[in-house]
């Protein structure tokens, strides 16, 4: 049996990120977690989707995951999500239903590196880092 992990080997795209990383700066590792969660549960949705004969519904989720995905540099699961919308499209449920499988695989493996990433981050110093959650939180 062939192992799948290693077809998804640095999914993100470090450049991509870094550059996100000085447009938006202190905010960053937040707005990447609202990324996040749409990379944790879109492909959970398409799959749904298309096991209930939604495969329109899968489609369009397809095509929004494959947008977020490319936004902050997941190329390899982007294009999978491609594939995805492609089979929802054409209607090949059986294949769609596999393809969907290995995105859930992606998508798994993309939240892990995310929060690698951002748990290595290092926008403000420890103390200020804590301030500011103090201030945000009401403490």
């Keep these: ?16 990120l870094n550059d996100m990383e000085k447009e938006i700066s202190e905010d960053f590792c937040m707005i990447l977690r609202h990324y996040q969660d749409g990379i944790s549960s879109r492909p959970i949705t398409i799959m749904r989707a298309i096991r209930n004969g939604h495969a329109e519904e899968g489609a369009m989720e397809s095509h929004s995951l494959k947008s977020i995905c490319l936004q902050i540099g997941l190329k390899h699961m982007g294009d999978l999500a491609a594939k995805l919308e492609a089979l929802c499209q054409s209607g090949a449920i059986g294949q769609a239903i596999l393809q969907a499988e290995e995105l859930i695989h992606s998508s798994s493996i993309a939240n892990l590196e995310i929060s690698h990433y951002c748990s290595t981050m290092n926008l403000l110093p420890t103390g200020e880092q804590e301030a500011k959650a103090m201030l945000h939180n009401g403490a």
């Design 1 to 16: 049996m062939m192992n799948i992990a290693t077809g998804y080997q640095e999914l993100l795209n470090p450049g991509r």
